[in-house]
């Protein structure tokens, strides 16, 4: 296990389609996190878990977004009624938690593109 | 509300030259710093990671510097070369979870 994974790597759709995301965190990386990217911006916080328990949600995850981490391993994040505005960069990242702070592994990330 | 800042949003200079890239953050409660690259269409790669206790980081050519009682952080990168053409983000790292990221520096290295 190199890393964290993530799949589709790019997915086009059409507006109002649904969408899923798959995020594979590195092994034993209990906490998992979701990112947006929007074009010229930096990653905006999206929702964040602990094991399979979903800790915080952003105020930017309105109702047409869902994520889930089921067994506390990979982490899916669907959109529903897809809007063109959801066009962006979706990374995922995990961690351990540490002393130190948790160091935050980031996956290449899906590009999605609503046309 | 932006809480972390970058300085320039984009710059430009020819290759062999010394560059320094700034990143502010409003919060001084802060807990770690971290620099990533990210090149076009790409995802994050991770450079360098300043812990609270730490004031700076050095990998290769890149050194970074974190200053929480002025709400900066730096990088500085010797002898730029064009394969560090990429946009460099910072992020602040808060309590034990969440970045904050800034919206970047683009950096243009000329052959």
């Known amino acids: 296990d190199t890393g964290v994974s993530q799949d589709p790597r790019h997915k086009i759709t059409k507006r109002g389609q649904n969408v899923t995301f798959r995020c594979d965190p590195i092994s034993e990386h209990n906490r998992l996190y979701w990112y947006r990217q929007t074009l010229g911006q930096g990653p905006e916080f999206l929702t964040y878990?602990?094991?399979?328990?979903?800790?915080?949600k952003s105020r930017l995850l309105s109702d047409r977004f869902s994520a889930e981490r089921p067994k506390g391993s990979f982490s899916t994040l669907e959109i529903q009624r897809t809007e063109q505005g959801d066009s962006a960069m979706y990374l995922c990242?995990?961690?351990?938690?540490?002393?130190?702070?948790?160091?935050?592994?980031f996956g290449p990330g899906t590009r999605l593109t609503v046309l | 509300k932006q809480e972390v800042t970058q300085i320039p949003a984009a710059l430009s200079v020819p290759e062999g030259e010394n560059l320094v890239l700034n990143c502010s953050f409003t919060d001084s409660a802060i807990y770690n710093l971290q620099w990533f690259r990210q090149d076009p269409g790409k995802g994050l790669t991770s450079l360098l990671l300043?812990?609270?206790?730490?004031r700076e980081q050095t990998s290769g050519r890149l050194n970074a510097s974190l200053d929480k009682s002025s709400g900066r952080s730096t990088l500085y990168i010797a002898a730029s070369q064009p394969g560090d053409s990429a946009t460099y983000l910072c992020a602040r790292v808060s309590g034990t979870y969440k970045y904050i990221f800034g919206t970047g520096t683009r950096l243009k290295v000329l052959a």
């Open positions: 878990f602990q094991n399979e328990a979903q800790l915080e």
């Open positions: 300043i812990q609270s206790s730490q």
């Open positions: 990242a995990s961690s351990l938690p540490a002393a130190g702070g948790n160091e935050q592994f």
